[in-house]
């Protein structure tokens, strides 16, 4: 158990829709990173949050959001869905910056029908 | 965007075999990190490095950074059926201080005959 806890396990949904994704850091991590894993791109980083504040962004699209809350929570939010954001999607956290070992929960696998 | 280039792409051998996986680039990094995902799971981190010519082992497996900091390997030996799994290797790429981004090469997948 790496301590990072994500939520739901499994979406599914339709097209056009939005959705959310919630994860937990480990206790006493500051850092949260979200990728989506698909079987083409394999691990693509989207965004990084600490402490709150966005610290570092990769490919994330336009029509994705995401934040980190004072308890240190995370959202991602995924709106306009399209059939190609069908993925995993994983979240990672670490003490503080991205050069420390990342610890990933186990993933939300999200099916756009 | 910046890559990894993981090899081989996928291995099939014998149990008790050793096993030996690569990730190069041309980037430089300052951090590399070797985890295995097993299926409907998130990765788990296996080993990190953060020295040139650094040396790590974590039972049967054993990392190296590479001298020029462009490469890094991971060994297994011995294999047994519960190797299976898809093995990535991720270098931290630094734009400035501890800030940087995680690049992920795009995994081997290890199978192992009982």
């Known amino acids: 158990d790496s301590g990072v806890t994500q939520t739901p396990k499994h979406l599914i949904t339709a097209t056009g829709q939005r959705v959310t994704l919630r994860c937990s850091p480990r206790s006493g991590d500051l850092s949260v990173y979200w990728y989506q894993q698909s079987l083409d791109q394999g691990l693509q980083f989207l965004i990084q949050?600490?402490?709150?504040?966005?610290?570092a962004k990769g490919n994330i699209l336009e029509r994705f959001s995401a934040q980190q809350f004072p308890d240190l929570h995370s959202e991602l939010n995924l709106s306009s869905l399209e059939l190609g954001d069908s993925a995993l999607y994983f979240c990672?956290?670490?003490?503080?910056?991205?050069?420390?070992?990342?610890?990933f929960g186990d993933g939300t696998r999200l099916s756009i029908l | 965007g910046q890559q990894l280039n993981q090899s081989p792409q996928s291995m099939f051998i014998q149990e008790g075999e050793d096993v030996s996986m690569n990730c190069t680039s041309s980037s430089i990094f300052n951090t590399w990190l070797w985890y295995k995902q097993d299926p409907g799971e998130g990765p788990v981190l296996l080993i990190a490095l953060y020295k040139a010519g650094e040396l790590t082992s974590n039972g049967r497996l054993t990392a190296q950074f590479g001298i020029t900091r462009k490469d890094s390997f991971l060994n297994i030996s011995a294999s047994i059926p519960s190797d299976v799994g898809i093995y990535f290797c991720a270098g931290f790429l630094s734009y400035g201080g501890s800030q940087g981004n995680l690049i992920f090469g795009k995994g081997t997948k290890l199978s192992v005959k009982p």
């Open positions: 990672a956290s670490s003490v503080e910056g991205s050069n420390q070992p990342q610890h």
């Open positions: 949050y600490y402490n709150g504040e966005e610290r």
